[in-house]
């Protein structure tokens, strides 16, 4: 099987106030009709995922090849530590 790569996301906030969306790693506060770059991990987050199902916060655009990396740099999961491997 192919494995899948994913990308982060363009949101954008549709509402008349202000949003905030507190995720694993940081927290957004979006403005009105401000559009903010997601990780393709905090896409994943149940608490934007509820947003963007009732519509406070609209899908832009996937992010392009070069915006992922740049995201994903910025805002990624960091490395975890490797433990030694046991022989």
């Known amino acids: 099987m192919i494995p899948r790569n994913r ?40 608490a934007l995922r509820d947003l963007l199902q009732v519509r406070d916060l609209a899908i832009v655009r996937p992010l392009t090849d070069d915006e992922n990396k740049e995201v994903q740099k910025k ?11 046991k022989r």
């Open 7 to 46: 990308k982060g996301m363009i949101i954008k906030n549709t509402n008349k106030k202000t949003i905030s969306v507190k995720l694993d790693g940081r927290k957004l506060d979006i403005q009105p009709g401000e559009q903010v770059s997601v990780t393709a991990d905090e896409v994943m987050d149940n």
């Open 75 to 85: 805002f990624g999961s960091k490395a975890r530590k490797s433990k030694p491997k």
